[in-house]
């Protein structure tokens, strides 16, 4: 089984931006613990970070072409407003989970609206670096 894990815009901050929402663990070492993690699942992994939507969506047909059989992404901000990664969600047909560090649903108003979620087989969030791990583990289990 193969996955591509997409991290979003301001990911690659993790570590830096907001240590109280985000935690202080770098952004390589989050991208090591996934890493770690799927490989101990037997799940071959493939990261992927940009801030730009248009790499997002060049990412996700990348994903369709290359044959992964699911994907996990943390859109970042873009979860809340965009219609491209929504339709490349769409577009594809490859079992999506979306998560979160955070849970978004706790914070602004903004954050509670989920356009790129509608797409997705659905969300994980509010569990940091575990968001992440339970998504690996609900898209084997979807998978199978
Ligand atoms: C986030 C939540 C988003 O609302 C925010 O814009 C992010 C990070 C998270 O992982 O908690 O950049 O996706």
């Not at 790499?55 to 047909?61: H, M, N, P, R, S």
Request: charged letters at 20%; glycine letters at 10%; aromatic letters at 12%.
């Amino acid at each position: 089984m193969k996955i591509m894990v997409i991290n979003g815009v301001n990911l690659n901050f993790v570590g830096i931006r907001e240590k109280n929402i985000y935690g202080d663990k770098s952004f390589e070492s989050l991208c090591n613990g996934i890493k770690e993690y799927a490989e101990q699942k037997g799940v071959e992994v493939t990261l992927f970070q940009s801030n730009c939507e248009g790499e997002i969506v060049d990412a996700l047909q990348r994903a369709y072409f290359e044959g992964y059989d699911g994907v996990i992404i943390n859109p970042g901000a873009y979860t809340h407003y965009s219609y491209a990664i929504y339709d490349a969600i769409k577009s594809i047909s490859i079992p999506c989970i979306e998560v979160h560090m955070s849970n978004v649903h706790s914070r602004e108003d903004f954050r509670k609206i989920g356009v790129t979620t509608a797409a997705c087989k659905g969300q994980i969030s509010g569990f940091g670096e575990n968001s992440y791990k339970l998504a690996i583990d609900a898209l084997t289990e979807y998978v199978k």
